[in-house]
């Protein structure tokens, strides 16, 4: 048997962390065992349905690397499409007399539900137009034609659904307490638990990977698929990703969508890295190649509880992939982040990657990285008020003119070795450690108190951008606003 696996996302908003680890896992079982990994747009909520959330969806999973063997573009793998092919379906249960229309109204249901629940009793439908024979001309609800009613899939009225879940094991369901629950709305829709267990019986997917606040839905999709003839794929219920108070995992907890990460600076193997350790593992290890998540992984390394969602876990993580990240590759990958700042690069590659190399161990983010490299990028800095008041004192401007001085008479480019002869001939001069010359001219040239090595910055600044930094420092003390 060929493993085929599904990830299904609504294009209803954008791509959440919880949902993606259930489509990375199903992605990983799908690889690890040489099947095919389809993805699939159940969009039948056609109000709240747009092409933005379908775009950024199938962009977060292009860049996580999650590339699918069937999906979209193709249109036969948007449910919507599909349409006719689940009233057909649906037909066919009612002619088979597994399923019966139901005349209730909304009001009513709405009022047993409230007696149920007055009563502390589960509020299933008590299954009133069960017995009420068919018409004679069967035929899916359509108000327009006067057919107003629903469709309602006829449970087995005993034995029981027997699913031997891949992570949690062997669940049992007494049919009797299953509903008849509602397969057609009013309308003639086909509701999302029917129209996806269809497709995916239709698509041939042999294991469903979702979250196990699913698992309710599972025993009544096996009996939709059984009454249809079909054999249910097998299933594989992951615990939720919860936040760190315990609760589900939501925006109040933070970033929770995978193109936030993504704008941020984040790296996919990161995400991928971390989403796969919510909740499985393997061993001890911590940090997985590609490669090695899709040889290593398996349903009975699954946790049978919550993951809780450590974003600081996972910016560690990107910062052990920044640093061993080429210097090259982060340049050209920090490029559209200046870009969006509307910053330009004042140099060519090498001079980037110059930059970025005095950088990449401090930074976590690609989006942080370019804030730290602000000196670096642009024109005008800012200097912090407190730094220039201890720092860009009147007693240090001498030293700043003459170092400006300095750099400035030197032939050629600046480097390191010879920014360090003039701070070493200067230090001599004025009778002065290091650090007392250091740290107001890092204010100068950078804003702050925290930078790279001075001579690095010096040398990859250049020589007119830093002169020119250190005699405003000189106006700024001398004539102060």
């Given at each position: 048997m060929t493993v085929r696996?599904?990830?299904?996302?609504?294009?209803?908003?954008?791509?959440?962390?919880?949902?993606?680890?259930?489509?990375?896992?199903?992605?990983?079982?799908?690889?690890?065992?040489?099947?095919?990994?389809?993805?699939?747009?159940?969009?039948?909520?056609?109000?709240?349905?747009?092409?933005?959330?379908?775009?950024?969806?199938?962009?977060?999973?292009?860049?996580?690397?999650?590339?699918?063997?069937?999906?979209?573009?193709?249109?036969?793998?948007?449910?919507?499409?599909?349409?006719?092919?689940?009233?057909?379906?649906?037909l066919k249960l009612l002619r088979e007399r597994k399923a019966y229309p139901c005349y209730c109204s909304a009001e009513e249901l709405d009022a047993k539900r409230k007696q149920a629940e007055s009563e502390r009793r589960r509020p299933v439908y008590d299954r009133k137009c069960r017995g009420l024979g068919f018409p004679a001309a069967l035929a899916l609800p359509d108000k327009s034609a006067g057919r107003n009613y629903t469709i309602r899939f006829a449970m087995p009225l005993d034995g029981e659904t027997v699913v031997d879940d891949l992570v949690k094991g062997r669940m049992v369901f007494q049919n009797t307490e299953l509903d008849d629950f509602i397969i057609v709305r009013s309308d003639g829709s086909p509701i999302y638990n029917f129209a996806s267990i269809l497709d995916d019986v239709d698509m041939r997917i042999?294991?469903?990977?979702?979250?196990?606040?699913?698992?309710?839905?599972?025993?009544?999709?096996?009996?939709?698929?059984?009454?249809?003839?079909?054999?249910?794929?097998?299933?594989?219920?992951?615990?939720?990703?919860?936040?760190?108070?315990?609760?589900?995992?939501?925006?109040?907890?933070?970033?929770?969508?995978?193109?936030?990460?993504?704008?941020?600076?984040?790296?996919?193997?990161?995400?991928?890295?971390?989403?796969?350790?919510?909740?499985?593992?393997?061993?001890?290890?911590?940090?997985?190649?590609?490669?090695?998540?899709?040889?290593?992984?398996?349903?009975?390394?699954?946790?049978?509880?919550?993951?809780?969602?450590?974003?600081?876990?996972?910016?560690?993580?990107?910062?052990?992939?920044?640093?061993?990240?080429?210097?090259?590759?982060?340049?050209?990958?920090?490029?559209?982040?200046?870009?969006?700042?509307?910053?330009?690069?004042?140099?060519?590659?090498?001079w980037l990657e110059k930059a970025v190399a005095t950088l990449h161990e401090r930074a976590k983010t690609l989006a942080e990285l370019v804030d730290f490299a602000s000196f670096y990028l642009k024109d005008a800095i800012e200097i912090d008020s407190k730094a220039s008041a201890k720092f860009l004192k009147p007693e240090i401007a001498e030293p700043i003119r003459a170092l400006a001085a300095e750099l400035e008479s030197i032939e050629g480019e600046l480097s390191e070795a010879s920014v360090q002869a003039v701070f070493e001939s200067l230090l001599a001069r004025f009778n002065f450690k290091l650090g007392q010359l250091a740290q107001p001219v890092r204010v100068a040239l950078t804003g702050g108190t925290v930078s790279p090595g001075i001579y690095e910055v010096i040398a990859v600044l250049g020589k007119r951008r830093t002169v020119d930094r250190l005699n405003a420092a000189v106006r700024r003390i001398e004539q102060p606003a």
């Open positions: 696996t599904r990830f299904a996302p609504s294009p209803t908003g954008s791509l959440h962390i919880g949902n993606v680890r259930s489509g990375l896992f199903a992605y990983l079982y799908a690889r690890h065992n040489g099947g095919q990994f389809i993805v699939r747009i159940d969009d039948t909520d056609r109000e709240r349905s747009t092409k933005q959330s379908l775009d950024e969806i199938i962009a977060d999973l292009k860049w996580l690397g999650m590339e699918w063997d069937e999906g979209p573009p193709d249109e036969a793998y948007f449910q919507t499409n599909r349409v006719e092919r689940h009233r057909e379906a649906a042999t294991h469903i990977v979702r979250g196990d606040d699913h698992v309710s839905n599972t025993p009544r999709q096996m009996q939709m698929a059984y009454a249809l003839g079909f054999t249910p794929p097998a299933f594989a219920h992951l615990p939720q990703v919860l936040g760190p108070d315990g609760s589900p995992l939501s925006k109040r907890h933070g970033a929770t969508s995978v193109i936030a990460y993504r704008e941020n600076g984040y790296f996919p193997e990161a995400m991928l890295n971390y989403l796969a350790r919510l909740g499985w593992s393997h061993g001890d290890q911590e940090i997985f190649s590609r490669d090695e998540l899709i040889g290593y992984f398996g349903f009975d390394a699954c946790g049978k509880s919550a993951g809780v969602f450590n974003a600081e876990k996972l910016l560690w993580l990107n910062f052990h992939y920044l640093k061993e990240r080429p210097i090259p590759r982060l340049a050209a990958e920090i490029k559209p982040f200046i870009a969006r700042r509307g910053w330009a690069i004042p140099g060519d590659d090498a």
